[in-house]
């Protein structure tokens, strides 16, 4: 959700703003909804949120993408309890007696974001090895797979790991 908005066409502007809601809770989308329904000066009844976006015009479009954009970015910030640094090794992840490699996008003490172009469901536990740097012996962690997208899985660690 890092991309510039004014480079993309209105369908991936769309994409992105539905992306994002699909972040909010409910009555954050409800927020949303009246406040789109107050500017429309309509009363929202009967229109749905996808109806009153699309109702919009692209440029308002992407002006609340930038505003959701930034709403996402801080309020998943906040959500962390340990900083992340971004990380590239490659790492041995073993799960169901099957193991991959894979390289790491990022880490904290509680967790790391794993690229991945395999199947793996949230709730399942996995076993990681890596390295921190070359000089150091080998991490071998276990942690609970706690988000899956497109890009790969979010792995909580079941220990923290001591300072990175």
């Known amino acids: 959700m890092s991309n510039n908005e004014d480079e993309l066409n209105i369908y991936e502007v769309n994409s992105l703003l539905f992306q994002i809601i699909s972040f909010m809770s409910e009555a954050e989308r409800g927020n949303l909804k009246s406040t789109l329904s107050s500017k429309l000066s309509q009363t929202g009844h009967g229109k749905d949120l996808s109806s009153l976006i699309t109702s919009i015009s692209e440029a308002k479009r992407r002006e609340l993408l930038k505003k959701l954009t930034n709403w996402y970015h801080s309020k998943h910030l906040e959500l962390r309890k340990f900083p992340r640094r971004p990380f590239s ?29 395999f199947s793996i469901n949230i709730d399942q536990q996995i076993t990681m090895t890596f390295s921190l740097s070359r000089a150091e012996k080998d991490i071998k962690v276990s942690g609970k797979v706690v988000r899956v997208d497109s890009q790969g899985i979010g792995v909580k660690f079941d220990k923290l790991l001591p300072d990175i």
Request: net charge negative.
């Open 89 to 117: 090794p490659t790492v041995e992840l073993s799960t169901n007696g099957l193991t991959y490699m894979c390289f790491i996008q990022n880490i904290s003490n509680g967790g790391v974001f794993i690229h991945t172009d």
